[in-house]
């Protein structure tokens, strides 16, 4: 997985501007609930690219870089995020032991944001992560949603999922909002029962919404933004997103 990604680090570089323009609503999202949950350093964000959005943590929540780690898979964006002021780790989760500078049990907080559905066994590769988590750590995930209201509806008319995983790393059907970085795109209770199989304790599951933080020139645009946003407060777990918090006792 990191020789894929190191051979595009080009796209890393630009896509950090995308990121925190298109995603801007999830981000926002993830700051508040980081806020509500009163997140503490040290701290550590896993497929953090340059650092943008690491800034943006700083900047609101009042941390101090050099308590911040940002870690990629991806080494080039790392130079940006070093250069920036937050430590760097560069991991490829599933093609290497976990980093000799990353102790366990030290971390207070861990971002684990867009990145779990990427992972081809999960379940083996989560552990790592967890185990940085110091007692009483917090662990912040977000995740597409297969069970969200666009899906269902995409299901009954016999098509993929959006962002469900293609058939191959370049083969899908035309017009088909499948991707062929996605591995694994589940419902939130399946990503539940994964961190409670590891000993954290879940205290929030809810949803998110990934889009700009305006609604755009088009009706469909804002019609999107504006349902999507409802679907995070009605019952139903139709949200576009999957938030969720959990702690390790």
């Known amino acids: 997985m990191a020789a894929l990604v190191q051979s595009i680090s080009d796209y890393n570089d630009v896509s950090e501007?995308?990121?925190?323009?298109?995603?801007g609503r999830r981000l926002d999202r993830?700051?508040?609930?980081?806020?509500?949950?009163?997140?503490?350093?040290?701290?550590i964000e896993f497929g953090a690219l340059a650092g943008g959005?690491?800034?943006?943590?700083?900047?609101a929540l009042g941390h101090k870089?050099?308590?911040?780690?940002?870690?990629?898979?991806?080494?080039?964006?790392?130079?940006?995020?070093?250069?920036r002021g937050f430590k760097t780790c560069f991991w490829d989760l599933e093609g290497q032991p976990r980093p000799a500078e990353l102790k366990p049990r030290t971390f207070q907080t861990v971002l684990f944001?867009?990145?779990?559905e990427h992972l081809l066994a999960p379940d083996r590769s989560l552990p790592n992560v967890v185990d940085l988590l110091a007692p009483g750590g917090l662990l912040l995930l977000t995740t597409?949603?297969?069970?969200?209201?666009?899906?269902?509806?995409?299901?009954?008319?016999g098509k993929t999922p959006s962002l469900g995983a293609a058939p191959g790393a370049a083969v899908k059907a035309r017009d088909s909002l499948a991707a062929f970085?996605?591995?694994?795109?589940?419902?939130?209770?399946?990503?539940?029962?994964?961190?409670?199989s590891l000993g954290l304790k879940v205290m929030r599951l809810e949803g998110a919404t990934a889009a700009p933080r305006e609604a755009g020139a088009t009706l469909r645009r804002r019609f999107s933004l504006g349902?999507?946003?409802?679907?995070e407060r009605l019952p139903g777990q139709l949200w576009q997103i999957t938030l969720i918090v959990a702690r390790k006792p």
Not at 185 to 195: F, G, H
């Open 17 to 23: 501007e995308w990121y925190l323009g298109e995603q």
């Open 30 to 43: 993830v700051i508040d609930v980081l806020r509500q949950e009163r997140a503490e350093a040290p701290w």
């Open 53 to 59: 959005f690491a800034a943006m943590c700083a900047d």
């Open 65 to 83: 870089r050099d308590q911040m780690w940002c870690c990629d898979f991806a080494a080039k964006p790392l130079e940006r995020a070093a250069e």
């Open 113 to 116: 944001c867009e990145i779990i």
């Open 144 to 157: 597409p949603n297969l069970a969200s209201l666009g899906n269902r509806i995409r299901l009954l008319r």
């Open 181 to 196: 970085d996605h591995l694994r795109v589940c419902t939130p209770d399946e990503w539940t029962t994964l961190l409670e």
């Open 227 to 231: 349902l999507n946003t409802l679907l």
